[in-house]
């Protein structure tokens, strides 16, 4: 599928179908937990399945779980039948574990299941756009390094935290490159750890190897979406774009509209109804009156997709997804009687 085309025919739709990220409440359709789920490429393509089948989605997006590369790397993790999997541990502690951090092969842990599952899924799922979901290189090194100690690593230590972010950025490209050969038309790369840098230290510590990632992964027919959720985007716009994604996801903790304001006009936007929020607390008739909300002040955005602010989680409702598209059917569904009428 040629993606620029692809993107090109999305902004240029008056019509926009909706794209959140949704994987893991395929559980519920399967009947089957989050363990089971992440311990199987056939269920994840089976469940990826189920849920194309049952959505309108603009593109089909695999599991965002940020501790699959980090166990690749040697990770402790916590596995449970009900929540997405975390990393218990950091494995990085001094600049000797930093210099002698080996990069995995690509296959280490879940990752090749990952690989094969993305796999097929695009054997199974023809009609729309399949993505991966790969954590961003900053969000991995936090996870190496502990999330919190690395905000204070990266003013005490910064050639340490370079040393990982070297390596978590090698791993990540030829992960990725992995996921172009299943015949994927992107990836999801979810970095809401720098979310929360102050803009010079994005700079420094995030941007540059985020662009180096898409410099060296992203051609035509394999897309970068970049998602982050972290609180400070707003703040992190104009260091954010430098990348050079083909389109940027984020979360509810910003306004929309202001991010819309702020990114490139001809790259696609996505975001951002609250995922526990609304997906997995809210009701039918809540989530409907956030998607009207919500598209009333940015549908007039060529360049804006409505979707979840962050990965939905496995306990959202499924009345609240299913809600959800409803709603974005009825917006433009009434956006094009409007304009018939004209």
């Not at 695999?62 to 699959?68: A, I």
């Not at 840098?197 to 990632?213: G, T, W």
């Not at 009434?334 to 018939?340: G, Q």
Request: charged fraction near 20%; hydrophobic fraction near 45%.
């Amino acid at each position: 599928m040629n993606m620029k085309q692809w993107l090109a025919e999305v902004m240029a739709s008056k019509t926009k179908r909706a794209m959140p990220i949704l994987s893991f409440p395929s559980t519920a359709l399967l009947g089957v937990s989050v363990r089971e789920l992440i311990s199987s490429a056939a269920l994840q393509a089976e469940g990826m399945k189920h849920v194309a089948l049952r959505t309108d989605s603009l593109a089909s997006v695999s599991l965002m779980d940020l501790s699959v590369e980090a166990e690749a790397f040697g990770c402790p993790i916590k596995v449970s039948d009900g929540e997405v999997p975390t990393v218990t541990d950091r494995i990085v502690w001094e600049e000797e574990d930093a210099d002698a951090l080996a990069i995995p092969e690509v296959g280490a842990g879940r990752t090749g299941l990952c690989i094969e599952a993305i796999r097929r899924a695009c054997a199974e799922i023809t009609d729309r756009p399949v993505f991966a979901g790969v954590i961003g290189p900053y969000s991995l090194a936090g996870r190496l390094m502990d999330v919190s100690e690395i905000m204070i690593l990266c003013y005490e230590e910064p050639d340490m935290v370079h040393t990982v972010m070297e390596k978590a950025t090698t791993f990540l490209i030829d992960y990725m490159n992995a996921y172009k050969q299943t015949g994927a038309c992107g990836v999801v790369v979810a970095e809401p750890l720098a979310g929360l840098l102050s803009p010079s230290l994005m700079e420094e510590f995030a941007a540059p190897y985020m662009k180096r990632i898409v410099d060296a992964v992203q051609t035509d027919d394999f897309l970068v979406i970049y998602h982050n959720c972290g609180n400070a985007v707003e703040t992190l716009a104009e260091q954010i774009v430098t990348c050079g994604a083909s389109a940027y996801h984020f979360g509810n903790a910003c306004d929309m509209e202001k991010m819309l304001v702020r990114m490139p006009s001809d790259t696609l936007v996505m975001g951002n109804i609250d995922p526990v929020g609304e997906f997995r607390g809210g009701t039918p008739e809540s989530m409907r009156t956030a998607v009207l909300s919500l598209l009333a002040r940015c549908s007039s955005y060529p360049n804006f997709v409505i979707s979840s602010g962050c990965d939905i989680p496995p306990s959202a409702k499924w009345e609240n997804i299913d809600a959800f598209f409803a709603a974005v059917r009825e917006f433009y569904g009434a956006l094009d009687a409007a304009v018939s009428k004209q």
